[in-house]
């Protein structure tokens, strides 16, 4: 699976969109780009998945450029419950890969 | 729908004692998972079961033994705990191995 780069923490203001970037410039064609998060003490939480088009769900958009070398986790409005370490992850969808591999992932702080 | 539920929440051993964690999920998954976290570190799969009868070693295997009961339930087991063994456990679920897992609330096990 390919090597991600997140920053360490963000601080988004309630009520605005939280941006969370992820790199991932070894991706290969067949890996997707997940997106997890783990709120305090809890086990950790699926929220998007994507290969090449953006995708939008209930708990946030994701943004994937056209090279697939970066991917952004939007947020649209951003509570207080959202405080958590958010985890990109990139893998593969088929073959022999199993483990979710979690690196230090990014520690968004909302303020009120 | 309660997804993935784990027992106890929490518990504390002396030193080779044994226990075993319970989990079970309601989603009707093929593949279920157990990682350990420990404290400042992501999480690390220690075995996993690809589908009912079927058990397979993660990354960190050594001192746990696993039983998937039924397609619900998979256990792990710590036949003589160590204090190395001190961790959060979280079991988890997917549709297939490939696909989006699933957490439980994780077990919180000391190990004096």
């Known amino acids: 699976d390919a090597k991600t780069t997140q920053p360490t923490s963000m601080d988004c203001a309630e009520g605005r969109a939280a941006n969370l970037p992820c790199n991932h410039s070894t991706i290969s064609g067949n890996e997707y780009v997940y997106w997890y998060r783990q709120i305090h003490s809890q086990g950790p939480q699926y929220i998007i998945h994507?290969?090449?088009n953006n995708e939008t769900n209930e708990m946030a958009s994701l943004i994937i450029t056209e090279d697939r070398k970066s991917s952004t986790l939007i947020l649209p409005h951003a509570t207080l419950r959202d405080t958590a370490v958010y985890y990109c992850i990139v893998r593969v969808a088929s073959g022999s890969a199993r483990q979710l591999t979690f690196g230090s992932g990014t520690q968004l702080t909302v303020l009120p | 729908n309660a997804g993935v539920t784990q027992t106890p929440k929490f518990q504390v051993l002396k030193t080779g004692q044994s226990m075993t964690l319970q989990c079970a999920q309601d989603m009707n998954h093929n593949s279920m998972y157990w990682y350990r976290q420990d404290p400042g570190m992501g999480l690390r799969l220690i075995y996993y079961s690809a589908s009912e009868g079927t058990t397979d070693k993660g990354e960190v295997p050594n001192g746990y033994n696993v039983s998937r009961l039924n397609k619900r339930e998979f256990s792990l087991r710590l036949e003589s705990a160590a204090p190395s063994q001190t961790s959060v456990y979280f079991c988890?679920?997917?549709?297939?191995?490939?696909?989006?897992?699933?957490f439980g609330p994780g077990t919180r096990l000391l190990v004096l």
């Open positions: 994507g290969l090449k």
């Open positions: 988890a679920s997917s549709e297939n191995r490939q696909e989006t897992q699933y």
